[in-house]
């Protein structure tokens, strides 16, 4: 993957029409000259990578809020696709809003990563969103949070679910002992890739893509080796920027989440995943089943 950049983008927006309790980020109300704020960057950031050309690029939104009911974002993902040189487009979101642009989607490039929050939507209507999808032939996962007391509403959910799509698992890691051996057993059963998230893999000192041949950018163009650094290595508008990439060790204790050490060279996670490790899919699931 030396020839291909794969870039996370989070600029400003911060609002969210949900309100889960395990939510990190703020759940805040931007205004409307904050939602043209974002947008505005959003523009500016697609217009460089329109620029990148020829070299191949992979894009992950990981807004703090919920992007995707934002038109600028739509636009955004849709125009990705239409550059010849944007191999992936792929976005998180809790896949509230509504899906008919989408008919208009590159199928090749576009991807969503679908997380469902259980107090916050019906699973029914959930599924009935991921049912769409296939429908239509768009690629994404499906995850949740593997909160003990959520336990029977994610069975729901995996009986709801075509065989054949994959649902990840991210595990509640704030208490050591927060599953005993049963939770794990149940939450591996759900998602067979869940011993994986439930590590916090040692990273310290070790070879990870981040700062190389990914990183993540802000909505000032900010670069950082990944979220969880904080340190910016340069700016993508700057003209010398691919020359501030290049192969590192990483400075932190450990990483825990799947965008992180999706890129830590000893777990060869590209193996499992293929062409599907910025959205999350692995190779042996199903990515978009159309036909369904
Ligand atoms: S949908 Fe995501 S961003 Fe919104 S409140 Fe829930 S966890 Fe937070
Ligand atoms: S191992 Fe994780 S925290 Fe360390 S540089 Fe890579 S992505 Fe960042």
């Known amino acids: 993957m030396e020839d291909r950049w794969d870039i996370l983008y989070r600029g400003p927006l911060s609002s969210c029409n949900y309100a889960c309790g395990y939510c990190p980020f703020a759940k805040t109300r931007n205004t409307i000259a904050e939602l043209r704020d974002d947008a505005e960057k959003l523009v500016r950031f697609i217009d460089w990578i329109e620029c990148q050309a020829p070299r191949e690029i992979g894009v992950l939104f990981t807004p703090w809020g919920e992007a995707l009911i934002h038109r600028a974002y739509q636009q955004a993902l849709l125009r990705l696709g239409s550059m010849p040189h944007v191999r992936r487009a792929a976005i998180q979101t809790n896949l509230a809003g509504n899906l008919k642009w989408l008919e208009d989607a590159d199928r090749e490039t576009l991807a969503l990563w679908c997380t469902f929050h259980p107090t916050e939507t019906k699973v029914e ?168």
């Open 125 to 292: 209507k959930f599924a009935a969103k991921i049912r769409q999808l296939r429908r239509l032939g768009i690629r994404h996962s499906v995850g949740t949070v593997g909160v003990k007391e959520h336990f029977p509403v994610i069975t729901e959910l995996r009986g709801l679910l075509p065989d054949d799509t994959y649902l990840w698992v991210n595990a509640i890691k704030k208490h050591p002992r927060y599953y005993g051996d049963e939770h794990v057993e149940f939450l591996s059963r759900i998602d067979p890739h869940f011993p994986v998230n439930l590590r916090n893999h040692l990273s310290q000192g070790k070879a990870c893509r981040a700062g190389h041949t990914s990183f993540t950018v802000d909505g000032d163009g900010h670069a950082r080796r990944c979220h969880f650094i904080d340190r910016s290595f340069g700016n993508i508008h700057d003209v010398d920027f691919a020359e501030k990439l290049r192969p590192r060790s990483c400075p932190n204790a450990v990483c825990r989440c799947h965008i992180g050490y999706a890129n830590l060279a000893e777990l060869k996670l590209d193996r499992i995943y293929g062409e599907g490790l910025l959205e999350r899919i692995p190779a042996s699931f199903n990515a978009s089943a159309g036909s369904s």
